[in-house]
Nanobody, 129 residues
Framework: QVQLVESGGGSVQAGGSLRLSCVPSEYTYRLYSLAWFRQAPGKGREGVAGISPGGGATVYAHFVRDRFTISQDRTNYTLYLQMNSLEPEDTAMYYC??????????????????????WGQGTQVTVSS
């Protein structure tokens, strides 16, 4: 089974930027639907952004407001989340997730956790005011 390893989290001041990375353990990852989620202390896990296999479709949560960009490097299949204009409300543990071939994902609404069956360990993002 594909394993995912996130990196790139850290502590920044409001207005700063971070780029999160998610590296897969095998190349079949290219067939998977991918997404970023986040979970703040005391809150449920929420979808941030999703991308279809091959990158033809992307979708973002409303709170992203054009600040974040999800992308995938087609040479090594690494998934990225570029986060700009970070706000204290963005403080959370960020997770990448994958869904194997089969079934369907709705790219007209933000990703939901139950659609994804492979998860990374998470990377912490902390934004100070």
């Amino acid at each position: 089974q594909v394993q995912l390893v996130e990196s790139g989290g850290g502590s920044v001041q409001a207005g700063g930027s971070l780029r999160l990375s998610c590296v897969p353990s095998e190349y079949t990852y290219r067939l998977y639907s991918l997404a970023w989620f986040r979970q703040a202390p005391g809150k449920g896990r929420e979808g941030v952004a999703g991308i279809s296999p091959g990158g033809g479709a992307t979708v973002y949560a409303h709170f992203v407001r054009d600040r974040f960009t999800i992308s995938q490097d087609r040479t090594n299949y690494t998934l990225y989340l570029q986060m700009n204009s970070l706000e204290p409300e963005d403080t959370a543990m960020y997770y990448c997730a994958a869904k194997g071939p089969g079934g369907s994902v709705d790219y007209t609404s933000p990703p939901i956790p139950s659609d994804y069956n492979i998860w990374g360990q998470g990377t912490q993002v902390t934004v100070s005011s």
